[in-house]
């Protein structure tokens, strides 16, 4: 199977971002992100939010002042680290620097932030999107890396570790025991 030349670009270029990383240890999506704040010298703040069946699971809202990665809240502790790690790849990509996108999810899930302050809004909903399959697959190689490097998660204070990591226990509570 040949694949296209975009995409083949974009393999490229998600595995040499993801080589470059360097990955905190113990590996936590937070330490990452916070790391990545320093590196590009402006805030990042994970906000969890409720959010509806028919909003993403994740979105980055991009700002003037700062960019929140607004999170869904009550996910398993597997799936809310994907999602952090999606967010934070949109920005490791410079998606943050295209034009402006229109996003009522925004205005629903961050309603005293002004339209006009909102720079850029990259939500998990269309995979088909090339922004979306890059920062994907840039999340994965991400991950990929934390487990070949040996960079796993720190033990949560349940002690569940690296099964709960791999299996994807809700934050608080042994795989198998929600």
Do not use: K
Request: aromatic share 4%; charged share 25%; net charge neutral.
């Amino acid at each position: 199977m040949n694949r296209s030349r975009a995409e083949r670009r974009m393999w490229q270029r998600t595995r040499r971002i993801a080589a470059s990383l360097t990955l905190p240890r113990p590996f936590t999506p937070e330490a990452f992100i916070a790391a990545l704040a320093e590196q590009r010298g402006r805030p990042i703040e994970i906000m969890p939010v409720a959010m509806g069946h028919s909003l993403p699971c994740g979105l980055l809202v991009t700002t003037d002042r700062a960019d929140y990665i607004l999170c869904a809240e009550g996910t398993t502790a597997f799936h809310r680290r994907h999602i952090l790690l999606h967010e934070a790849a949109h920005l490791l990509c410079g998606h943050d620097q295209e034009p402006a996108a229109e996003s009522s999810a925004a205005r629903l899930l961050m309603p005293g932030l002004s339209p006009a302050l909102i720079r850029r809004v990259l939500g998990r909903t269309v995979y088909s999107e090339p922004q979306e399959c890059e920062a994907e697959l840039l999340a994965s190689l991400i991950l990929h890396r934390v487990a070949r490097d040996g960079a796993r998660p720190a033990r949560t204070a349940q002690g569940h570790g690296d099964a709960g990591w791999l299996v994807g226990a809700v934050d608080g509570e042994e795989p198998g025991h929600g």
